[in-house]
């Protein structure tokens, strides 16, 4: 190989003093050198990179010697699609497949970027820790039959924290297709048990140039330990999804939060803990705001106390834990988050936020630890019904910079009162909004709040999610969307990369309290099969006006909604929109949590509940499973 370097660097000289020599008239003897450079320096690039192709070929026919996974046994459930390293990922296919003169794995994408999750903890069991390389084989296939270049990551979710590091590949050369691509863990990082490897494909030079999409196989895993010894991997292990963000589950949204500076404290069952609140605490607690507490207890229950309160020692939020039945905080489905509003507090302390004490605590009816507290503003939760993708809406920009793409006509149209805009993204401070440059109003921010010092409306944001109405658009655009521009942009505070944007009909996330559960309700179904359950007594009688039914669910399409099948006005599907292409009103549902609403029911069932039957199932229209279900009270 060092020879063929040689003399690839004797021909670049040859043809660079041979173009010299070429050289015409002085007045163009700069612009003559400067473009022989350039050529002489694409020339050894060229003949590196074809030495590089040589190598890796070679190598590749040599054979790759011992490996931890080669996919021979069929086996890959210990893959699936991860949302962690972008939230807006492709649910791929996947598939073991002949390849490369052997059987790989093979992902086939579904119209978006694939991310493949690899559960090396579980492949590796107890050498998990000894972890130190990844090796694997990575090759892709243009289904037209055409090579085009392509590129990835390797991410590497590390420690207690599941940190994400990451490390590029990409094949440019066809005849270094596949190629052997590597990590190594840094010294001062980890890896262990709930640690994985996330292999994308992100660049497809095809798929840009209108080219069908192009296939990803990943072939000869090999992981090492820092001596280099391979280590065995038990490819029976099964792949788990990683969480891919907070579950906000039966709670507001909030705007504009304020943290309660270094809240974190523990206590035992029935022990309060907590601290003298600060000023900007106190200026946040006004109507319409809420008090959110990050926490674990055995139970699952937390609630505050005001012990200081002018009118006496008060408890805010324990429902009946204490015998008292009084009103319960907003819990998720988790039981790691809750809420307890203005109004809560209020109601047991008085409107005058000056006689509630300086004190705020924690307290649960067993052993609990508070982690954060902050107060916001309460604000909707949103769904989307109907979507419209905004094709290829990816795209990056520093702290305020900003960045975005004509709309197309399927956008625009779907721009109506009562939408929103959704945005997947992240952001150093987690916020994010849009721009309307072009509008014929002016070059408009939309949704900022007070990050520019404007005081103006602000979006609902959760660091991972975005959501902008129509009606935030239109209050500063006017209400004729062809006014608006051609230009949709997206715009941070700081540092941002937005994953995908979609406009859809807005639904609604009730926040809900007083949650009873549904005992047991875990069961799963193909797409358009109904399982289910009998309805016990205390279900029946939570299921009045204003009620909600949550779900914890997953299913392959992300939608869900419920079935009455034993209803007197006969067989019910509730919330499942245009899925069965019957148009009916539709769920809320995110992929996660569902909300279906007693109206929604009543409007199919009757208002009464004693003639709805005594079985609720559940149903998708992809494969499907529920965790749980609950019946709770809304806000409204």
């Known amino acids: 190989m060092k020879v063929k370097k040689i003399m690839a660097l004797f021909l670049t000289a040859a043809m660079t003093a041979g173009m010299l020599g070429c050289g015409g008239s002085g007045a163009t003897t700069e612009t003559s050198n400067e473009t022989t450079a350039e050529a002489a320096e694409d020339a050894a690039e060229e003949a590196e990179e074809t030495e590089t192709a040589e190598e890796e070929q070679t190598e590749q026919e040599e054979g790759t010697g011992e490996v931890s996974l080669d996919f021979e046994d069929g086996l890959f459930g210990f893959v699936g699609n991860d949302k962690t390293a972008n939230s ?8 073991v497949e002949d390849y490369n003169g052997s059987k790989a794995l093979k992902v086939t994408p579904q119209g978006k970027m694939p991310y493949v999750g690899i559960q090396a903890d579980a492949l590796l069991g107890d050498n998990a820790s000894s972890l130190k ?4 084989t990575v090759g892709t296939e243009n289904p037209d039959g055409e090579f085009f ?4 990551n390797i991410y590497a979710f590390l420690g207690e924290d599941n940190e994400k590091v990451n490390e590029g590949w990409s094949v440019y050369l066809e005849n270094a297709n596949p190629k052997t691509v590597s990590y190594t863990i840094p010294d001062d990082k980890s890896f262990g048990a709930g640690n994985y490897f996330v292999v994308s494909l992100e660049t497809d030079n095809g798929k840009s ?8 196989y990943i072939d000869n895993i090999v992981f090492k330990d820092a001596s280099g010894n391979v280590l065995a991997a038990d490819s ?11 579950d906000r589950s039966n709670l507001f949204a909030v705007t504009g939060a304020v943290e309660f500076a270094d809240f974190a404290c523990t206590g035992d069952g029935w022990g309060q803990n907590g601290f003298d609140m600060p000023e900007e605490i106190i200026a946040a607690l006004v109507p319409g705001s809420v008090v959110e507490i990050t926490y674990s207890s055995e139970s699952g229950d937390m609630w505050i106390v005001m012990p200081d309160a002018a009118a006496g020692w008060m408890r805010v939020g324990q429902g009946n834990s204490d015998g008292s039945g009084s009103d319960d905080a907003y819990v998720n489905n988790s039981k790691n988050t809750c809420q307890i509003t203005y109004e809560q507090i209020a109601a047991v302390c008085g409107d005058d936020v000056s006689t509630w004490g300086a004190r705020m605590q924690c307290e649960s009816d067993t052993a609990w630890e508070v982690q954060a507290v902050k107060v916001g503003q309460q604000a909707p939760s949103y769904a989307l019904a109907d979507a419209v993708e905004f094709a290829d809406f990816a795209c990056t920009g520093d702290g305020w910079g900003q960045n975005g793409f004509d709309m197309p006509e399927e956008i625009i149209a779907a721009l109506v009162p009562g939408s929103v805009v959704e945005i997947t993204y992240s952001s150093e401070s987690g916020d994010m909004w849009i721009v309307m440059p072009d509008a014929a109003a002016g070059w408009m921010r939309v949704g900022q709040g007070n990050a520019d010092g404007s005081g103006s409306e602000d979006v609902v944001s959760d660091g991972s999610k975005c959501y902008v109405t129509y009606e935030q658009i239109a209050a500063v655009c006017g209400d004729d969307v062809s006014t608006w521009g051609a230009r949709m942009q997206c715009e941070s505070d700081t540092a ?12 609604e996330f009730k926040a809900i309290k007083n949650l009873v559960a549904f005992p047991d309700f875990a069961v799963s179904g193909d797409g358009w099969a109904q399982a289910g359950f009998t309805m016990p007594q205390e279900i029946l009688d939570a299921l009045v006006p204003g009620s909600v039914v949550t779900i914890s669910y997953s299913s392959e399409n992300g939608d869900l909604w419920v079935v009455m099948n034993e209803a007197a006005a006969g067989w019910m599907r509730v919330g499942q929109g245009n899925a069965d292409g019957s148009g009916s009103d539709c769920a809320a549902f995110n992929g996660s949590t569902c909300q279906v609403t007693y109206e929604q029911i009543a409007a199919l069932c009757g208002d009464d509940v004693s003639t709805w039957g005594s079985t609720m199932q559940c149903e998708a229209s ?4 529920v965790y749980s279900v609950a019946v709770g009270q809304s806000a409204e």
């Open 88 to 95: 807006a990922a492709d649910d791929s296919v996947f598939s």
């Open 133 to 136: 390389t990844i090796e694997l």
């Open 149 to 152: 270049a392509t590129s990835g």
């Open 209 to 216: 140039k209108g080219q069908t999409q192009a296939n990803m």
């Open 236 to 246: 029976s292990a099964e792949y788990v999804a990683a969480s891919t963000g907070a």
């Open 496 to 507: 941002w990369e937005v994953y995908s944007v979609k406009v859809g009909t807005a639904k």
């Open 622 to 625: 992809g494969a499907w499973e």
